[in-house]
């Protein structure tokens, strides 16, 4: 199920917007995601089944927010946070070629 | 990555470079070279010197770690605190220790982020630089 929610490229730009940018409304989400808000909220649909996104109603609005704990039994944090300064070293790889002897 | 005790955990990450140990160390201890390659800072090679770095705050994070250099041997030994921008009980407190061996016609980098506790998972969420790693991986797993 996780898998499969996130497989979809429309999908995964959504959840990953939620992680980085916080609570959206849909209408929001849409002025972004270049398709309609009904695909847009079918795609928060089966991400909310999925448990990676939850909904809050307020007023006639519903704000999404990104559950990460969602993916928590996916991944090896630590093997997470590797990743992270592996990216860093390819930045650093970068920035070396560029500097001047 | 090693288990350095029952509580705490490590990880470590070696890259060989085939630029000399100097040039490397100016890139490591340099605030506008540092941006380049990991995130804005006032660090200042001096050992005791209180900095920070700073991403972009998201939800959850503010964005600042906050760090304190602990040992400076241009060019082959730097060491600082790595915390979260809380200093709270709860939060993060690990070191970072670089390690720059001259071999090969170049250098052997070695990354050390040690004291990692278990409760630190949440810290580690709050990293978002290492969700798109997560998220390509999450594709390839279902490719």
Redesign the interface.
Known sequence: M???S??DPTR?AIF?RL?????KTVGALTARAGVSQPVVSKHLGILKQAGLVHGRHEGRQTHY?AQ?SA?AP??D?????????????D??????KR?D? | ?TETSAQT?S?I?E?Q?P?PPE??W??LTTPH?IA???MKNDFEPVEGHRFAFRATP??GWSGVTNCVVLKVEAPRLLCYSWGDGTESESGLKTVVTWRLTASGGGTL?R?E?SG?RPQD?AG??G?????????E???A??A
């Open positions: 996780l898998f499969r996130l497989a995964r990953e992680c980085r940018e916080g609570e927010s990460l993916l996916l991944i944090w630590t093997s997470g946070m590797t990743g992270f300064w592996q990216s860093r070293f930045d650093l790889e970068d920035l070396l500097m002897q | 990555m955990r990880i990450v890259r470079f630029h040039r490397i100016r890139a070279l380049e390659w990991l998201i939800p980098v990354m982020q990692f998972e580690y969420r990293m978002s630089r290492g969700w798109p790693g997560i998220i991986r999450l594709e797993a279902t």
